[in-house]
């Protein structure tokens, strides 16, 4: 199968030594963070929309913009994505106070 992902969303590794199978995670990870639609409709050549979909809700981080995009197209509510419970509702000061 002939997969074309962005290499430059692999800027930190050796695109060549990725493997599909071990480093799926990864590879969703980075394409939900940063790829676009081409490189989304790549990795579902690659993967099922429920491993997709399973990654995507255990994802430490996706900004706040990927993750409402990703939640429409997922199809996934908000609140069962990992990343979401992490958003602090308090604004932090850029000070502190004593």
Known sequence: ????????????????????????????????????????EEIKKIYSLDKIKKIAKSIDYIDKKNINFWSIVLDIPLKSFKCIKKFSIKRQSAFLSR
């Open 1 to 40: 199968m002939k997969v074309n992902l962005n290499k430059t969303l692999f800027w930190d590794v050796d695109f060549k030594n990725l493997d599909y199978d071990k480093d799926d995670f990864f590879i969703i990870e980075r394409v939900l963070n940063y790829g676009d639609k081409k490189d989304y």
